[in-house]
């Protein structure tokens, strides 16, 4: 059977670099996002807006367009703002995927959800796909709890992929993320105070893109970590942004995460063990520069 693949949050970085790679492949899909199509690259005809709070336009869209698959990268993602609106977080993180999940379950769609890092505690990293969760915010137990949703449940044709800060160009995104924030602070000649004390590995939206479509190629099930290959803390992670750039790496200072304040309490080490992924994906990502050297 042709894939026939339904992307939600087609807006958000993912979606947008999901969206490029499945237009390049000529592979059919249908790209959803609440509101209007802010990614010039998604020809409108691809394209139909979909909030996936609202059971019966998830519903509406999917019998309209019969996808095999969906991939689900929709979700609020701004850890600190999930503190503050829990009702809305687990009413896009959590609610959502009980309809998407739903809906899948009768028409026999593979779903495809994307989870986090922030799933596990931070005190054991790096972390395989097996180890045991402990979420330390609001946004890490609603992405815990929209997981239940499917280990738990009694349709099996789904896959999680728990990915680890995303970073890559794109277009109207609604929020930065560390290489877009860290290259224009640096060309301004701001200082940036950066936690060593949170150790990461970054994650090139592309790789996660590639990821996603190959999962539903191969109709893979189950739990994938997917992420950059090394673990470093986001101290020297922004530093050798610095150097890539050409920039004054002296412009980074360490700071602890103590002394930041943040709403959302964060796992301090986290990484994941990719050996799943590889041998079952063919997944091979990019380290941190030579992802650098192919975003324009
Ligand atoms: N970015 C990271 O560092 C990171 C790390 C770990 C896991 N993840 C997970 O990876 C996935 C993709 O992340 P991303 O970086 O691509 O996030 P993103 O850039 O914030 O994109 C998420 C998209 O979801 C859309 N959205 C929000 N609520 C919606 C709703 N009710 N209906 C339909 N669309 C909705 C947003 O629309 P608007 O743009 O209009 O708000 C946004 O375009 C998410 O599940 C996230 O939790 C991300």
């Known amino acids: 059977?042709?894939?026939?693949?339904?992307?939600?949050?087609?807006?958000?970085?993912?979606?947008?670099?999901?969206?490029?790679?499945?237009?390049?492949?000529?592979?059919?899909?249908?790209?959803?996002?609440?509101?209007?199509?802010?990614?010039?690259?998604?020809?409108?005809?691809?394209?139909?807006?979909?909030?996936?709070?609202?059971?019966?336009?998830?519903?509406?869209?999917?019998?309209?367009f019969q996808p095999t698959a969906i991939i689900n990268t929709a979700a609020m993602t701004n850890v600190d703002e999930c503190e503050e609106k829990e009702t809305q977080c687990r009413l896009i993180n959590?609610?959502?995927?009980?309809?998407?999940?739903?809906?899948?379950a009768k028409k026999?769609?593979?779903?495809?959800?994307?989870?986090?890092?922030?799933?596990?505690?931070?005190?054991n990293g790096?972390?395989?796909?097996?180890d045991s969760r402990n979420p330390l915010s609001i946004y890490a137990k609603?992405?815990?709890?929209?997981?239940?949703?499917?280990?738990?449940?009694?349709?099996?044709n789904w896959a999680i992929?728990?990915?680890?800060?995303?970073?890559g160009q794109g277009e109207n995104l609604?929020?930065?993320?560390?290489?877009?924030?860290?290259?224009?602070?640096?060309?301004?000649?701001?200082?940036?105070?950066?936690?060593?004390?949170?150790?990461?590995?970054?994650?090139?939206?592309?790789?996660?893109?590639?990821?996603?479509?190959?999962?539903?190629?191969l109709n893979a099930k189950g739990i994938f970590h997917i992420s950059g290959p090394e673990t470093f803390s986001i101290f020297e992670m922004v530093q050798r942004i610095a150097v890539y750039y050409g920039a004054d790496k002296s412009l980074v200072k360490p700071i602890s995460s103590s002394t930041l304040n943040q709403k959302a309490k964060r796992p301090l080490l986290t990484g994941f063990i990719l050996d799943k992924a590889k041998k079952e994906l063919g997944y091979n990502p990019l380290s941190l520069e030579e992802s650098l050297a192919k975003i324009v």
């Open 161 to 167: 992929l728990r990915t680890i800060i995303v970073f």
């Open 1 to 64: 059977m042709r894939m026939r693949i339904l992307i939600t949050g087609s807006n958000g970085l993912l979606g947008q670099k999901i969206v490029r790679q499945l237009l390049k492949r000529k592979i059919n899909f249908l790209a959803t996002s609440q509101g209007e199509n802010r990614n010039s690259n998604c020809p409108a005809e691809f394209f139909s807006s979909l909030d996936i709070t609202k059971k019966d336009q998830v519903e509406k869209t999917v019998n309209s």
């Open 174 to 217: 609604s929020r930065t993320n560390i290489v877009l924030w860290a290259k224009e602070t640096l060309k301004k000649g701001e200082e940036l105070n950066i936690v060593n004390d949170q150790f990461r590995a970054p994650t090139w939206a592309d790789d996660l893109a590639w990821a996603c479509i190959k999962t539903a190629e």
């Open 108 to 123: 026999n769609i593979h779903l495809i959800h994307i989870s986090t890092d922030f799933v596990f505690d931070g005190l």
């Open 142 to 156: 609603s992405k815990a709890d929209s997981e239940d949703i499917l280990t738990q449940g009694n349709y099996k």
């Open 126 to 130: 790096p972390y395989k796909e097996t």
């Open 94 to 104: 959590v609610d959502a995927v009980k309809y998407l999940l739903e809906i899948s």
